[in-house]
């Protein structure tokens, strides 16, 4: 089983509707990310979080916000998508890289699917 | 910027076969190199985690050599098993995380 907990595991959301994906961890970490998987591709970061406070956005458009509320959880609410955003959307946490050198593994969740209509 | 490689895309082995995974990056300068499996529709899974001043890391059946030099990396399994079928992916570690392309395995009993 996958210390990282994701939830829901499936969404399927309009392009008018507000939601929210959830992600939880209790190994410590106070490294999260957010990252984007299209089918046959590999993970696309999108987020990271460090001590609870954003350190890189990849240039994700704002229909996408996250947010850390605290040192085990992180939400990535999502409002007005496209049809295009359809994904996994995989969490995963880390010891914080050390000078933004990253030298710990990643432990992921097993991800939403996301599919917007 | 990075770009990994993974060859073969994918791979089909009796069981019981020992197998080689390539990896290559065009960007030498990295931290480390991770490589993890994602069986169907669910997260990551890391394997083993080389860093750039180590030549191989082993985990049971699993041996991941680092060339950073050239460029490469392979993972080595042994012995394979039906349970090893997945999609295998290296990642190499510089200011970010970078993923390879994938090989996607299948052990036939």
């Known amino acids: 089983d996958t210390e990282v907990t994701q939830t829901p595991k499936h969404l399927v959301m309009g392009m008018t509707n507000k939601k929210s994906l959830k992600c939880e961890q209790h190994?410590?970490?106070?490294?999260m990310y957010w990252y984007k998987q299209k089918a046959k591709k590999p993970p696309e970061l999108m987020f990271v979080y460090s001590y609870e406070k954003l350190s890189i956005n990849e240039s994700v458009p704002s229909r996408f916000s996250p947010e850390c509320p605290n040192s085990s959880l992180l939400n990535l609410h999502l409002h007005a998508l496209q049809p295009e955003d359809s994904a996994l959307y995989l969490c995963?946490?880390?010891?914080?890289?050390?000078?933004?050198?990253?030298?710990?593994?990643?432990?992921f969740g097993n991800g939403t699917r996301l599919t917007v209509t | 910027k990075q770009e990994v490689t993974q060859i073969p895309a994918a791979l089909s082995v009796p069981e019981g076969e020992n197998l080689v995974l390539n990896c290559s990056f065009t960007d030498s300068a990295i931290y480390n190199l991770q490589w993890f499996r994602q069986d169907p529709g669910k997260g990551l899974t890391s394997l083993l985690l080389i860093q750039s001043s180590q030549r191989e890391q082993t985990s049971g059946r699993l041996n991941a050599s680092l060339d950073k030099s050239s460029g490469r990396s392979t993972l080595y399994i042994a012995a394979s098993q039906p349970g090893d079928s997945a999609t295998y992916l290296c990642a190499v570690s510089t200011n970010n995380l970078f993923f390879g392309t994938g090989t996607r395995l299948t052990v036939i009993p």
């Open positions: 190994m410590g970490h106070r490294a």
């Open positions: 995963a946490s880390s010891q914080v890289p050390n000078a933004g050198v990253l030298n710990s593994p990643l432990h």
